[in-house]
């Protein structure tokens, strides 16, 4: 699968000088780094992360046997359970269902594996209308856009821009009142949900334990796509298997903080298959397709720690590069931090190049990530792969020259000497360009520390 | 440094001291099992301290001296905290500073409040704090000249929350976020100083 994050340098370009974008990023960015910092006052964030840790640890090295400890319970609810070991496949097995089932219109909600897999254009082109329901995502929906954040997809737009996209799309009158576009949107999608024929959501854990789809969410558009219709369809990645029930207790705290500074989030469904005869509503049809595209091949390596991931978002919130270009800039449905990650891991390092470069590795992420995932130190080994797999003739030379420079205290001196006497030429200016495109060059001193030092005048 | 009985001396390695250092050759007066090698930089001791010994790890020669070394090298104001002592230090100096904390001091060594008992022993120094203190000025080594724009977007959202604060100074542990945004001030002519933190401690005894 070809993807734009090839062509992040381009796109980043093109990002970086919109000054409302950046205006907006900041605002809403800033606004929930303080959150989840005053939201993790009244715990304990250190201990409650060394759990989180090591229950995805646990999860994701024992990954097999918990999928066929969930795939036996979700059937003896009831459920149908796809593996999809491709996006072509996971599009496929979903689409046959829809139209085993007559399907004309799919209610939606949030799901970042339909994303990766593009799953809503698919089924549009095969005539199916598909409608996000979750409010960001509807505003991306109807800005013909794709979500720049993967737990806040509209984070890039003001409810000015919201407010002139209803105008033009939905025809609502100039609002820009927060409530007021809600109801709007909400007045639309009501008559989708009683409309459409099948649900499609993703889930944020699977319980191995129970056979448990869990899903978090604010909107109650959530609980409504999976419960409204005759057909559920669960789509989401193999690795959000935990073992037991009771370790929800853990994850619950953390999500909601992290995501958005929420102590729990409005809405958690557990969902436990179609709807028995005792029941009066659910689906009678429950679906779960699991995507593998590339996560099973990060096990046993030293990448694995990624698969920990549950896409709490708070990584893109503290990041400074995040904040400056937007989730469109990466070129990809996974951006920021983790999605300079997952985004080679899953679409290839061909794909997505630049991605691993793009971070300043300041560590910020790694510091507010609820499980623990070292991810400056994983862009870092990422680089060294990607680095050991090119062949840049002039970074090499650059980096042998270094390395003989290092090992000779002679040659290091000689060259610094050099280095001094040439800072003088704008010629030797302009190989840094770069740099003094953008900044000023301190003045370089005449004589280096150590000549200094040598000469005694330190003392 | 002689006032506290520290001999302080310069190896003959280079600066970044990867490998005479590390293989005893820093010259003959240097012992690593009792000495110590100090830094003007958190970044550059993070990668010895953190890195080296996993980088050397499969390194015959060198796994054992990178484990040891990593134990004797301390960034300057750990050096004075937990070695030389704090206490042992007083000055004065008439200024008003801020302080902008080094992401790999901060976040790969620990670093947050050792600068800032140095700073608060000296007399007549006001220090404001940074709004978004914690947040990474944008230098990142390569990722400064491989995306500069980026990078430099940074340097300007850091040096507006430093004209906020009105302080004449930016004071820091990293000598290459202070090249980086002293660079970037220049050119956007903002007239402050951007200072390592041993130039302020020099000044503030002499």
Known sequence: ?459 | MAMHQINAFMPDGPASTHHSTIHGKAGSEFDLKQDYVVGPSGSCIAMMRNFYPGLLQADQRYSQVAAEFATRIFEFTEFINNVVGVEKFTGKLNAVVSFHDSCHGLRELGIKQGPRNILRRINGLKLIELPYNEVCCGFGGTFAVKFPEISVAMADEKLKNFDQTKADILVSTDTSCLMHLHGRAKRKGFNQRFAHIAEIMAESIS
Request: charged share 25%; aromatic share 8%.
């Open chain 1, 1 to 459: 699968m070809e993807i734009e994050a090839k062509h992040f340098k381009e796109l980043y370009k093109k990002q970086i000088v919109k000054d409302r974008l950046r205006s907006n990023l900041s605002k809403a960015t800033l606004q929930a780094v303080d959150s989840r910092e005053e939201s993790f006052k009244e715990v304990d964030f250190q201990f409650l992360r060394a759990q989180a840790k090591m229950i995805r640890e646990e999860s994701v090295s024992h990954l097999n046997e918990l999928l066929s400890e969930f795939e036996d319970q979700a059937r003896k609810n009831g459920c149908n359970i796809f593996y999809a070991q491709t996006p072509e496949k996971a599009r496929a097995y979903v689409l046959d269902v829809a139209v085993r089932n007559n399907v004309k219109l799919i209610v939606k909600s949030k799901s970042m594996v339909t994303e990766e897999i593009e799953l809503v254009p698919f089924l549009s082109e095969k005539g199916i209308e598909t409608v996000e329901t979750d409010l960001g995502e509807y505003i991306v929906q109807l800005a013909k856009e794709k979500p720049s954040h993967i737990t806040t997809p509209a984070i890039h737009k003001s409810r000015t821009e919201i407010a002139e996209l209803f105008h033009e799309k939905i025809g609502t009158e100039m609002n820009d009142d927060p409530k007021f576009l809600t109801a709007e949107a909400r007045r639309v999608l009501r008559e989708k949900f009683l409309a459409a024929d099948m649900g499609i959501s993703g889930a944020n854990f699977l319980i191995a334990e129970t056979g448990d789809a869990v899903i978090v969410e604010n909107e109650g558009n959530a609980r409504l796509s999976t419960s409204s219709t005759n057909v559920h369809v669960v789509v989401t990645g193999i690795e959000k298997v935990i073992p037991k029930f009771s370790d929800l207790r853990i994850f619950m705290r953390v999500l909601g903080r992290s995501s958005t500074g929420q102590k729990l989030t409005s809405y958690v469904s557990v969902l436990r298959g179609p709807r028995t005869e005792e029941e009066k509503d659910g689906p009678r049809e429950v679906h779960i397709v699991l995507l593998d595209n590339g996560r099973s091949s990060l096990l046993g390596t030293d990448h694995q720690e990624v698969l920990n991931c549950i896409r709490c978002g708070a990584c893109l919130n503290v990041c400074p590069v995040y904040r400056n270009i937007g989730g469109h800039a990466y070129g990809s449905v996974y951006p920021g931090p983790i999605g300079s990650l997952v985004t080679p891991m899953y679409f290839g390092e061909k794909n997505a190049p630049d991605l691993p470069f793009a971070s300043s590795l300041c560590g910020n992420c790694s510091e507010v990530c609820p499980v623990g995932i070292e991810i400056h130190h994983q862009l870092l080994s990422l680089r060294h792969e990607i680095v050991a797999a090119r062949k840049s003739r002039i970074e090499r030379f650059l980096f042998k020259n270094y390395r003989k420079t290092m090992l000779r205290p002679g040659r290091y001196q000689m060259i610094g000497r050099f280095a001094r006497a040439l800072s003088k030429f704008s010629v030797v200016r302009r190989i840094m360009k770069p740099w003094t495109d953008y900044r000023d060059i301190p003045e370089f001193p005449s004589q280096s520390f150590r000549e200094i030092y040598k000469s005694g005048k330190l003392n």
